[in-house]
């Protein structure tokens, strides 16, 4: 390193002198000073505190103490939770039709089967089972015979997927009912199971054809079952 006077502009070498040898004015060269402890602290948390801003920029959204002090965080929060308990009633809905809905399809095809069987035998006999000769009618022809009967017009009268009879009742003005109880087995219950109405009136292309159900495949049955009384 040269010095040069700030004066006269004369180069004095490296050598450091506190007069100028050519126009004698005094020279006052400030040594190099270290950077004090308050300087050094004040840069390191400024690197620290641009580390901290350039850390939340890339998070994107991750919860600040700021926000806990915002309303609309605490809606936020609050519409997630119901929307994940609403997932959750229905996984466990799905869950529950998923178990019991083979069983229920099951009673709903049962009573729309012998509510068509029922249809056949009003139109061969010119009216319905009483409630004496109940479903058995679709069997066996009751006894006393009725004329006209020209079934059997179900192979077999099994119980519903709960062990229960379906339940059979002349209608006073119409139709009859034809019902299963559901699976907690109390009629009048919002589970119970009813007939399509429809079904009752299967129509009229199947008369030429008809064939009785002891003669046809065994796929028409309601349910294998008991085996279906003989007839006297």
């Not at 901290?52 to 919860?63: A, D, F, R, T």
Request: hydrophobic letters at 35%; one cysteine or more; charged letters at 25%.
């Amino acid at each position: 390193m040269s010095f040069r006077c700030p004066y006269c502009k004369k180069n004095l070498g490296d050598a450091l002198r506190p007069h100028c040898p050519r126009c004698g004015k005094i020279m006052v060269v400030p040594g190099m000073r270290e950077p004090n402890e308050r300087t050094t602290r004040k840069r390191k948390i400024e690197n620290l505190w641009r580390e901290c801003e350039q850390q939340k920029s890339e998070l994107h959204g991750v919860l600040t103490p700021d926000m806990l002090h915002n309303p609309t965080f605490y809606f936020v929060m609050i519409a997630v939770f119901v929307a994940v308990g609403a997932l959750l009633f229905r996984a466990t809905d799905v869950a529950v039709a998923r178990k019991t809905a083979p069983s229920v399809l099951r009673a709903m095809r049962h009573v729309d089967v012998l509510a068509e069987a029922l249809g056949r035998y009003r139109f061969h006999t010119g009216m319905f089972p009483t409630a004496e000769q109940g479903l058995m009618a679709l069997v066996q022809d009751p006894h006393p015979q009725v004329p006209k009967w020209d079934g059997p017009y179900i192979n077999q009268l099994p119980k519903d997927p709960w062990r229960t009879p379906y339940v059979y009742e002349p209608g006073t003005n119409g139709l009859p009912v034809v019902l299963s109880c559901g699976p907690d087995k109390v009629r009048g219950t919002p589970d119970d199971l009813r007939a399509d109405p429809a079904r009752f009136e299967p129509g009229t292309e199947w008369t030429n054809g008809w064939v009785k159900a002891s003669e046809r495949h065994p796929g028409i049955w309601v349910i294998p079952s008991e085996p279906a009384p003989s007839r006297p």
